[in-house]
């Protein structure tokens, strides 16, 4: 739910797409201004109009999950720490330096003094303690942050500016959850509101944007905080943002934001898809893109189910998949095939390649060996049975049905044979809970590799019904250390496990994709492929 | 007189009460309910405390027997109260009385753009001498009708927005940006007043009341507007009753495609996040306007021609 764009798929996607590429082609050239002007020196004032997909219907960074609206909201506030996206490495923000156990059960902040809300109030430890004692009470939309706090035994204020938090369990994720926008840290008068007011009437953070105005449905607006200066210390510009005013309007439809990037009635765009690439190439418009970190699309298979228990069927599909195909022809140029589990822009990340290469001639003899054999129809049986495998997906991006069709070929032509099944997007959760499912399709963005034990730790909730293995070990190891190397090479012996063993068949990595005018520059990725707007300058 | 009108507002109770029962039970025939929706949609569901998630769920009456729920909807329901919509926690009446001005200048717009076009291209079509031209007049409500509401709207934002800047091509701002949703909703609803005044102008003018104000020396232009025009209308009228049920359910693509707050907009999110108490305040609230319109249009009726209650009181004496 997280990480998907919206690009919904909407009945009509195709035409729109075609509509408006046959007549921006020819529009494309007949703006007049300088494309190159302004590339020399920041500079200070202007807005930037910025068309999103979508309105989650809440304004409050600790409870929103969808990115259409995570990129305005997370401009209001501050985190403890921020992340690098080069590295991954977590560096200081409000907190100045910070201390974590050796079992990684209790964190101390130091933060930073002089910080104030835009209500004028003072950030002190108090404050942050405030915060994240009310996460866990923010209910159905807060579930992202909740999580991060999860199993939080108490949050202390050690002194006016130290802070500590301990936790039962080790929880080593939790350095990097203080990096994001969930975690953002509200006045205190504003986390004393219920969740919904504060997702209706906005928060008062310390970040480099206020929040002036919301309309449901129709548009954000931003206004630069005047006196802001605390900012990350990833970020090239000291003091104020560069930017007067950030207006987000939602337009829902991928053809109507394109032309109106195209056009000059907006400055970015988000969620561009395959479709809109060719109406946006050339004149005014360069295509950002970034990998989001985290699980990357694939097949989640339930491990057990009878044909699935034999890790010769999950490998022979595995390498009966082209992901190189599928990247090529489904998903936005630039799609990276998956190279394991996790996304290549994810910390720890390890790669697998020559683990996940297409090879039907080898799916094919795993098959032979797990007793499957070629019927009439070339789908193979085993015991007067079929070996069928149902997908189930949902329609939350324009890009699932395409790439799970071409799976279908691909996994047919080895003789498994696929049938899709469409899910509402409400329906997914519960299917998977129940467990009455042969293989679901998804992804899940988090820029930290502890998304591998909520995934497949069979302690927690254990959706693919993986059997207990020295997997639970590496991955209950890796959330107990606070020693980099070490917690490096036990994600890189989790990552290994689930390739090998196929508990999960990794296909392609989502990539964020923006359309931005060249008028604009340093509209900056964070490691989470969200955005930073503090040091955008339009020129 | 009275009868009939106790009648009328019976069935229209009957109907907002079908519509609210149909809705419920359909909603509750689908899995999973909005607050697992809101949990964590996605396959991280995982991370979220199932405990957590049933303790929402209680919150919301979500946990109680079909039957209760019903009921205890039911009887709020009846009294205007349709709850908190799960996915934003606002009420559901306020959330729809924002969105309803939007909604009524969209609809208000598009519905006098069909009766003046659409009425004009039929008066122009069964005027006109020239036998071409009634043919090429009379075979555009049939293309209106069928082409998709969509397509045409991509099409006038392509042309008018984004080459001729005429018009911008999203948001609710100001009469500008209400031209060319209003259009697009206009043109299939435009098109089938004018099928059905095309029509019955025909009829009309074939009348023999027509001969006879022709007879006594009145000019074509009088004939057509004043005589056949007036009688031809009451078929149209009827029309425009069912249209408007049109609108309302055309502005969810409409208000999509142009990125206009509205109703439209509130029902397709509301749909999606299956949250259900959102969907029963618009499905219940879609009703009432059309029920509403069309009782205005059964009560006008009589006014414009007495038969109709006569013949109406007269079925019930019957019976």
Avoid at chain 1, 400 to 423: D, F, M, T, W
Wanted: charged share 15%; hydrophobic share 45%; glycine share 8%.
């Amino acid at each position: 739910m997280t990480a998907l764009p919206d690009v919904r798929s909407t009945p009509w996607a195709a035409l729109t797409a075609l509509v408006t590429t046959s007549v921006l082609l020819t529009a494309c050239g007949s703006s007049g201004t300088d494309p190159g002007s302004g590339t020399g020196q920041p500079r200070s004032g202007g807005t930037l109009t910025f068309a999103v997909g979508s309105d989650a219907g809440c304004v409050d960074p600790q409870q929103v999950a969808s990115n259409e609206t995570i990129y305005s909201v997370r401009q209001i506030v501050d985190s403890l720490t921020d992340q690098d996206p080069k590295t991954g490495k977590i560096v200081p923000w409000l907190a100045k330096s910070w201390d974590v156990s050796s079992d990684a059960t209790t964190f101390t902040f130091r933060l930073r003094s002089g910080v104030t809300f835009s209500d004028g109030s003072k950030l002190t430890a108090q404050v942050v303690k405030d915060n994240f004692d009310a996460v866990p009470r923010l209910g159905a939309l807060g579930t992202l942050a909740e999580g991060y706090l999860s199993g939080v035994k108490s949050t202390t204020v050690v002194d006016p500016l130290t802070v500590k938090v301990t936790f039962k369990q080790p929880n080593a994720q939790f350095l990097q959850a203080t990096s994001t926008h969930s975690l953002g840290i509200e006045s205190s008068a504003s986390v004393k509101k219920t969740p919904q007011q504060k997702c209706s009437d906005g928060v008062t953070g310390s970040g480099p944007f206020v929040l002036k105005q919301y309309v449901q449905n129709q548009s954000l607006t931003l206004a630069k905080r005047t006196g802001y200066a605390w900012g990350s210390s990833l970020w090239t510009k000291q003091g104020e943002a560069y930017l007067d005013k950030l207006v987000f309007k939602v337009v829902p439809e991928a053809g109507v934001r394109a032309g109106s990037l195209q056009s000059g009635q907006v400055d970015a765009i988000s969620s561009v898809g395959r479709a809109n690439e060719a109406a946006l190439k050339g004149g005014q418009v360069t295509l950002q893109r970034r990998a989001n970190p985290g699980i990357v699309f694939g097949l989640g298979l339930n491990n057990s189910r009878p044909a699935l228990k034999d890790a010769r069927v999950r490998q022979a599909i595995l390498y009966a998949i082209d992901r190189k195909q599928v990247a090529d022809t489904v998903f936005p140029t630039g799609t990276q095939p998956a190279t394991s589990v996790l996304a290549h822009t994810t910390p720890d990340y390890t790669s697998l390649a020559p683990d996940l290469t297409s090879d039907a001639a080898r799916a094919k003899s795993l098959l032979e060996a797990a007793g499957w054999k070629p019927g009439s129809d070339g789908i193979r049986t085993k015991d007067g049975k079929k070996l069928g495998l149902t997908i189930d997906w949902v329609p939350n991006a324009a890009t699932n049905q395409p790439a799970l069709e071409l799976i279908q070929q691909q996994l047919k032509a080895v003789g498994i044979q696929v049938s899709l099944r469409q899910l509402q997007i409400t329906q997914l959760a519960p299917t998977l809970q129940s467990g009455d499912y042969d293989a679901a399709w998804g992804n899940i963005t988090r820029a930290d590799p502890d998304i591998l034990r909520s995934s497949f730790s069979t302690k927690l909730a254990n959706l693919y019904r993986l059997p207990t293995s020295s997997l639970d070990t590496a991955l209950a190891a890796q959330a107990a250390t606070t020693d980099t190397a070490k917690r490096k090479q036990l994600i890189a012996q989790a990552q290994r496990l689930i390739v090998h063993n196929a508990y999960y068949v990794p296909v392609v990595e989502l990539q964020t994709q923006l359309g931005v005018s060249k008028r604009v520059h340093a509209l900056n990725f964070d490691a989470s492929s969200r955005l930073q707007l503090h040091d955008t300058w339009i020129g | 007189m009275r009868r009939y009108v106790i009648k009328r507002l019976a069935q229209a109770v009957g109907v907002l009460w079908a519509a609210y029962t149909v809705s419920f039970l359909v909603l509750d025939y689908l899995p999973g309910d909005p607050v697992t929706a809101m949990a964590g949609a996605g396959m991280d569901s995982g991370q979220v405390d199932p405990k957590q998630i049933a303790a929402l769920r209680h919150e919301y009456g979500f946990d109680k027997p079909v039957v209760v729920q019903y009921a205890e909807y039911l009887g709020r329901a009846a009294r205007g109260d349709f709850g908190d919509a799960v996915s934003t926690g606002r009420p559901v009446t306020s959330t729809l009385a924002d969105a309803l001005p939007q909604t009524l200048q969209l609809t208000g717009a598009a519905l006098l753009l069909a009766v003046v076009l659409g009425g004009g291209l039929a008066v122009l079509a069964t005027y006109t001498a020239q036998r071409w031209l009634r043919q090429l007049l009379l075979s555009l409500p049939p293309l209106g009708v069928s082409v998709p509401t969509f397509w045409v709207g991509l099409l006038l934002v392509e042309t008018f927005s984004f080459r001729l800047h005429w018009f911008p091509a999203f948001g609710n701002d100001g009469p500008k940006g209400l031209v060319l949703p209003a259009l697009t909703l206009a043109v299939p609803t435009g098109a089938q007043v004018a099928q059905v005044l095309a029509k019955s102008l025909l009829t009309a003018l074939d009348q023999a009341y027509v001969e006879t104000a022709r007879a006594k020396g009145a000019d074509r232009w009088r004939v057509h507007l004043r005589h056949a025009l007036r009688n031809a209308s009451l078929p149209a009228l009827t029309v425009v009753g069912l249209l408007v049920g049109q609108l309302i359910a055309g502005s969810v693509v409409v208000e999509t495609v142009f990125s206009r707050d509205g109703l439209g907009r509130v029902t397709a999110a509301a749909v999606t996040a299956q949250d259900i108490p959102l969907v029963q305040g618009v499905v219940v609230f879609g009703a009432l306007i059309f029920v509403t319109t069309n009782l205005v249009i059964d009560l006008v009726y009589p006014l414009l021609d007495p038969r109709v209650v006569v013949a109406s009181d007269r079925r019930a004496a019957l019976a």
